[in-house]
């Protein structure tokens, strides 16, 4: 007999004597809505919901929302003459968080290589400086994270240390000046112990199931003897507390 046939023929008298009013042959059929106004009020919401998103996309420019800016105040993409030069590229990694991103330029791609060049829109000012000796001996290893090249901190690290260091240094300080930056550097330095919660709490959910599917009738009759016991202990503890003070009373008087 296989584990299913056991379990079945266990609880087989409880099947035979399950039965539910209303249910012959299969589920309920003449169910209603029991509540029609907030069915009509939640789709409603979800009608306006849509539409309101369709509106903002199509009479709104939400590239604008996500667009970097260069040190001219130019947006990355979408400015005339810039559309084609859609990334931002930080030409100093040294100062404070907002000196880093005014010196930031608007370029065609990112570098991933110290050995590449970087290309700015058609204008005297950037094109003289991304072409400039100073700032080709200074191209660093990026990522492209929503139009900005940020610097790859392990190449960073390794083949200029002191850019690094200006570079912890600024944002660490922008991060612990006020309590949102804090709050964003906790998770960021708590975010392995919440990957691996979140993990833990799925291996968890099916190990309880599990239990719960071959151990349910056990787990409950435990769960009942302890109970008792503790009522069976608790009425012990207050039959014999009172005669207890009292002979405290007593001996002390």
Not at 13 to 38: H, M, S, W, Y
Request: proline share 3%; net charge negative.
């Amino acid at each position: 007999m296989t584990a299913a046939e056991r379990k079945q023929a266990k609880y087989q008298e409880d099947l035979d004597g399950f039965k539910v009013e209303g249910i012959v042959d299969g589920p309920k059929r003449d169910r209603k809505v029991t509540d029609f106004g907030c069915l009509i009020l939640f789709i409603v919401f979800l009608i306006t919901m849509v539409a309101c998103t369709i509106y903002g996309f199509r009479k709104g420019d939400v590239s604008k929302f996500i667009a970097s800016i260069d040190r001219n105040d130019n947006f990355c993409g979408i400015s005339e003459g810039f559309t084609e030069y859609p990334k931002l590229y930080l030409t100093s990694l040294v100062g404070s968080p907002s000196d880093i991103f005014d010196s930031g330029v608007c370029i065609k791609d990112c570098p991933h290589a110290s050995t590449d060049t970087i290309s700015c829109a058609d204008n005297t000012a950037d094109q003289d400086l991304c072409s400039s000796n100073d700032v080709s001996s200074k191209i660093y290893d990026t990522h492209t994270v929503m139009g900005y090249c940020m610097p790859d901190l392990t190449k960073l690290k390794e083949d200029r240390p002191d850019d690094y260091a200006a570079w912890k240094t600024a944002f660490n300080g922008l991060l612990t000046s006020n309590p949102a930056g804090r709050q964003v550097q906790d998770l960021y330095l708590s975010s392995r112990a919440i990957y691996w919660s979140m993990a833990m709490s799925l291996v968890y959910s099916l190990l309880y199931i599990a239990l719960m599917s071959y151990f349910a009738e056990y787990i409950a009759w435990a769960i009942i003897a302890v109970t008792q016991i503790g009522l069976i202990g608790a009425s012990v503890f207050c039959f014999v507390a009172p005669k207890m003070l009292d002979d405290d009373g007593a001996s002390t008087s």
